[in-house]
């Protein structure tokens, strides 16, 4: 079997979530922005899968590690990976590069106008692998990730489910932001994982890029109802009033796209087009949205 490497500076993640397989895996703490230390820890090997990025509630320091570790960082991985002949590199992408949607359903083609650093960094990140590739003739993929969800989720994280699962953990109600219309394609981990394998196993992939999603939208309001059905608590949704709105320090509301009068909304509506990673991958993503949330729910309680 493969030999498995990791290289992780955990400011975001958690070293406990690979206690499982601790035993079986060599994990190695560093920075990708430290150009030494991830080129010690390259050596010998030959896939890179490049997943670090910084996470959590938007901030205008977040938005310069988005810059550090999506400009320096990525080019740091590319650079090692040329340096050490790797074979095969996958590069972790994001819906967010797409911005607002200009058709539905989502394909590859779609315009990239991210509006946040976030989408802008990781579009970047992109380009860099498909440029590596057409330099150096490594075979490069990248693949878009469509709203991830599952058992270890960041608990931090600013996302409607995420917001969703905690606060009905917690017994209180749920807030919608907006009017509950705008739309998530949500895909559950265990298909992320083996859409991210397919694409690694795929042989010249020269540089392309594939959507890796659950293939269906659902609504925002929608996945309040689901999310309380499941829990099966008595547990009230309401729209948040303008003064519960979170703000960050640049005074915009996360995920808030379009100004109408003094608030923001967010607008978005993604659907991914999967038929490409279906067609030239084999990709088809097999876990039922409800049984998904359920069995994050569960893990949630059990970590509670």
């Known amino acids: 079997g493969a030999e498995i490497c990791v290289f992780d500076n955990f400011s975001t993640g958690k070293i406990e979530n690979l206690s499982q397989i601790k035993k079986d895996i060599k994990i190695i703490k560093g920075d990708i922005k430290n150009f030494d230390e991830l080129n010690s820890a390259t050596k010998g090997q030959n896939i890179v899968i490049h997943q670090a990025y910084p996470y959590g509630v938007a901030t205008r320091e977040l938005d310069k590690q988005f810059v550090e570790d999506g400009a320096i960082g990525t080019f740091n991985v590319l650079r090692s990976a040329v340096e050490n002949d790797i074979k095969k590199f996958l590069y972790a992408s994001t819906v967010a590069v797409y911005g607002r949607q200009e058709y539905l359903p989502i394909d590859e083609k779609h315009p990239k106008n991210p509006f946040l650093p976030y989408g802008a960094t990781k579009l970047l990140g992109e380009l860099y692998s498909s440029t590596i590739h057409n330099v150096f003739g490594i075979d490069t993929v990248s693949v878009r990730y469509f709203n991830v969800y599952g058992p270890r989720y960041a608990t931090f994280d600013h996302s409607a489910m995420?917001?969703?699962?905690?606060?009905?953990s917690e017994n209180k109600e749920l807030l919608i932001y907006g009017d509950g219309s705008q739309v998530r394609d949500y895909t559950y981990i265990d298909d992320i994982v083996n859409g991210t394998l397919l694409a690694l196993k795929k042989d010249n992939t020269n540089g392309d890029v594939y959507n890796i999603a659950g293939g269906n939208g659902v609504t925002i309001y929608e996945l309040a109802k689901k999310i309380v059905n499941i829990s099966g608590k008595n547990i009230g949704i309401r729209y948040a009033e303008p003064d519960e709105y979170k703000t960050i320090k640049r005074?915009?509301?996360?995920?808030?796209?379009?100004?109408?009068?003094?608030?923001?909304?967010?607008?978005?509506?993604y659907i991914a087009n999967i038929d490409k990673a279906k067609s030239e991958l084999g990709y088809n993503p097999i876990t039922d949205f409800d049984k998904g949330i359920s069995k994050t729910y569960e893990w949630l309680r059990s970590i509670k």
């Open 162 to 168: 995420v917001n969703f699962l905690n606060r009905v």
């Open 251 to 269: 005074g915009l509301p996360y995920g808030m796209t379009q100004k109408i009068g003094k608030e923001f909304i967010d607008e978005r509506k």
